[in-house]
C-alpha cells in the first residue's frame, strides 16, 4: 500500500509540475479532459494518496523521538 501511494503522489507532483511549467494536464489528456470520470477517478485516487502519506511524515516524527 505504502509503495501504491507513493507512486501516486509521485503521478500528481509530475502533473503539477507540467501544469506550472507548460499548463499541459497530463492526467486530462490522457483520460478525456479534467471533466471526464475516469479523471476525477484519478484525481481523487492521488487525493487519497497524499492524505494516506501523511502517515510517513507521523512514522518520522515518531522515530526520531524513540531515538
Known amino acids: 500500500?505504502?509503495?501504491l501511494a507513493l507512486i501516486l503522489v509521485i503521478i500528481g507532483a509530475l502533473n503539477w509540475g507540467l501544469i506550472a511549467l507548460f499548463k499541459?494536464?497530463?492526467v486530462a489528456s490522457?483520460?478525456?479532459?479534467?471533466d471526464?470520470?475516469?479523471?476525477?477517478?484519478?484525481y481523487g485516487l492521488v487525493a487519497l494518496?497524499?492524505?494516506?502519506s501523511i502517515k510517513f511524515l507521523t512514522n518520522r516524527s515518531n522515530i526520531k523521538?524513540?531515538?
Open 24 to 26: 499541459f494536464d497530463l
Open 65 to 67: 523521538e524513540k531515538e
Open 30 to 34: 490522457l483520460f478525456g479532459g479534467q
Open 1 to 3: 500500500m505504502d509503495s
Open 49 to 52: 494518496a497524499g492524505i494516506y
Open 36 to 42: 471526464a470520470f475516469l479523471s476525477r477517478v484519478i
